[in-house]
RNA sequence: GUGGCUAUGGUGUAAUGGCAGCACGAGGGACUGUGGCUCCCUCAGAGCGGGUUCGAGUCCCGUUAGCCACCCCA
């Protein structure tokens, strides 16, 4: 009987045709990369929960509106990138990104009466409809904060210099922190007329992705990426004092000031302006090479319009988001470790060790260690083969000769040394055995 | 969204239009109560749909998916 089924195992059907597939740009995440995805997720709830932050949970679901009023009528991902749900007079869209979510539920629950500074963060899931590449899903997850409620730029440093703490803490490094300021929303009107009256007469000279985002969004021209586009740009030789009104150019300083102060490595950069209408003043990217075109691990700004724009009082707000996706991959590249437990598997022979053994690994997983068996009746060369394969650390024999005495025996697999052990002692000397 | 490239066992790959091979892996055995090393055996494959051809993994068209660059962005 069992040789039947072994024989039936080892020979499965001929592989089928999929009926299904997942959906274009999404992923299963397996329990090997899920382990990892969940050690940086509690990595990073330590340091949120010291940062002061607090953990809000927003629906995927909201309104489309709500988007469109946050990220600007005429940005990408209202445009193209939103996964739209029509339910009878209700327009839906799945979150393409958190910040607009929390903002509503930071006003819809008062947040603004209850304190001056509200910290919240964030993980789960954003939808934007893409066309997929690495690095690059339709649905991906955001691990992400938001302070709300202070203009102050100390508050820029510390945001800033969380999300290199997460990083470093996740133990990834070589990446890039790169900083600019886009000035108050006054401040970007002003600049985006001034760009358009210097650029209207040269327009013709551009490629035709800047002639097209002239008029969508005339930010995005400083930093194309072709070369004739980028000398002209620089043949314009503008400088932060000609478009920041004072108290924004200040603001800047003291942001630089404050993360010199606490040594956090960055580059100023004018290249990054940001996709998103609610960025205003500092805006920020964290670059890793290893990652291609998509090489943004993770990227955020102030906001202090935002709240407004959505029905509060005026109050300023910082944020960034990681794409934990991509934390993943270079996360794995660097192989960064993740502690495993040690496995204790266990091996019984005959019938009635069996029926004991079953006793015996509901104990040990009842006491939390991390244990597992044979299901397949292997002999014992077999099972130690497996115990091996599955990298325990130590094995449990139940045997008749152990049974009989009421021992099990104990095998340490790298000194290879077993000993025996009384039934009634062994989950304890497993945990004694596993600490040290 | 635009342009391009790719698709062969579970994984990584090979083969002038002519017998689908190798490695890893998985299962079993050599060793009947002791794993790792070694040796032996076994298992398992052309994304999908058309076309050209005596004959297609190979050429052509379509499709799906992934990847690369752009775009966008986390």
Redesign the pocket.
């Known amino acids: 009987m069992a040789l039947d089924i072994?024989k039936a195992t080892?020979?499965?059907f001929?592989?089928m045709?999929?009926l299904f597939?997942s959906?274009?740009?999404?992923?299963d995440i397996l329990p090997n990369d899920a382990e990892i995805l969940h050690d940086i997720e509690s990595q990073a709830r330590i340091l949120f929960s010291a940062y002061g932050y607090g953990e809000i949970i927003t629906p995927i679901l909201e309104e489309r509106d709500l988007f469109i009023r946050s990220l600007g009528k005429d940005?990408?991902?209202i445009n193209?990138?939103m996964f739209i749900i029509e339910r009878g007079q209700d327009l839906l869209a799945l979150r393409p990104?958190a910040t607009a979510g929390v903002i509503r539920a930071y006003l819809e629950n008062n947040f603004n009466h209850i304190d001056a500074l509200s910290k919240f963060y964030y993980f789960g899931p954003m939808f934007?409809a893409?066309?997929?590449?690495?690095?690059?899903?339709r649905q991906?997850n955001?691990l992400g904060v938001e302070a709300i409620g202070s203009l102050n730029p100390l508050l820029d440093a510390e945001v800033i210099s969380l999300a290199d703490t997460i990083l470093r803490k996740i133990g990834i490094s070589g990446f890039k922190i790169k900083i600019n300021t886009l000035g108050c929303a006054n401040d970007k009107k002003k600049f985006g007329e001034k760009l358009r009256i210097l650029l209207k007469s040269k327009l013709s000279l551009f490629c035709s992705?800047c002639q097209e985002?002239f008029n969508r969004?005339v930010f995005?021209l400083i930093d194309?990426?072709?070369a004739s586009c980028r000398n002209i740009i620089a043949g314009l030789k503008l400088k932060r004092q000609d478009y920041l009104c004072k108290d924004c150019f200040e603001h800047f300083a003291a942001v630089l000031e404050n993360l010199k102060n606490i040594g956090i490595e960055y580059e100023e950069s004018p290249q990054i302006v940001?996709?998103?209408d609610y960025y205003t003043r500092t805006v920020f990217?964290i670059t890793h090479s290893s990652l291609?075109?998509?090489?943004?691990?993770?990227?955020?700004g102030r906001y202090d319009n935002l709240v407004a724009e959505l029905g509060g009082a005026p109050s300023g707000a910082i944020g960034f988001?990681?794409?934990v996706?991509?934390l993943l991959l270079v996360s794995k590249c660097q192989s960064v470790k993740v502690s495993k437990k040690d496995l204790v598997f266990l091996i019984t022979?005959g019938k009635e060790a069996e029926k004991e053994g079953v006793k015996l690994l509901h104990n040990l997983r009842q006491a939390g260690i991390k244990s597992d068996t044979d299901y397949?009746n292997?002999?014992?060369?077999?099972a130690?083969?497996?115990?091996?394969?599955l990298g325990a650390k130590h094995?449990l024999?139940l045997?008749?000769?152990?049974l009989k005495k009421n021992m099990v025996?104990l095998?340490d697999?790298?000194s290879?040394e077993?000993r025996e052990v009384k039934i009634e002692n062994i989950v304890y000397e497993c945990q004694r055995v596993i600490v040290s």
């Open positions: 072994a080892s020979h499965p001929r592989k045709p999929l597939q959906v274009r740009g999404t992923k940005s990408e991902v193209k990138q990104e934007r893409e066309r997929p590449q690495k690095g690059r899903l991906f955001h992705d985002r969004n995005r194309c990426k072709n940001r996709g998103l990217e291609g075109a998509q090489d943004a691990l993770g990227a955020g988001a990681f794409g996706e991509r022979l397949e292997r002999s014992l060369k077999g130690m083969r497996r115990a091996n394969d094995v024999i045997g008749e000769n152990e025996m095998k697999m790298k290879g077993q």
